[in-house]
């Protein structure tokens, strides 16, 4: 059995997302995390459908970034994303960002629940919540 890569997209550093050091600047890291995340979730059916219709959202409730290489305008990065479920009423997104050469940049992990948008309130099993709402598990998870 192969093991299955996560989910990847290429990103471009803009000059306007420098700091004053000239490299990236540290917000931005979380934007390519977002960036990913959605894209992901998108592929997977979690944007619209199913979800929508059961009034459920993925919400943010922490996020972490190590910096490990800087990233200069013109650097072409590829950023991955991976969920995985675990019991209790969270899960986690993590990504990497990663130079085109294999130097990892920055490492980002979040940890999200599914909100149910009427009670304003995290739902529990939220993997058995995104599969009954029809959204592709084994997209959104190479554990899966």
């Known amino acids: 059995m192969t093991e299955r890569e996560p989910f990847r997209t290429r ?35 979690g944007l619209s459908g199913g979800l929508h219709e059961e009034k459920l959202a993925s919400v943010m409730l922490e996020t972490h970034v190590v910096f490990r290489r800087e990233l200069r305008a013109g650097d072409v990065v590829d950023v991955t994303c991976d969920t995985t479920f675990g019991s209790g009423k969270t899960f986690h997104m993590n990504s990497s960002i990663v130079k085109l050469d294999g130097t990892l940049a920055a490492e980002i992990t979040c940890t999200l629940g599914l909100m149910d948008l009427e009670r304003r309130k995290l739902v529990d099993d939220p993997r058995g919540r995104f599969e009954r709402a029809g959204v592709d598990i084994k997209v959104l998870s190479t554990a899966d």
Not at 26 to 41: C, D, F, G, T
């Open 11 to 45: 990103v471009k550093v803009r000059h306007y997302e420098l700091d004053t050091l000239g490299h990236l600047n540290h917000a931005v890291y979380h934007s390519y995390a977002e960036v990913a995340r959605l894209e992901l979730m998108e592929l997977a059916g």
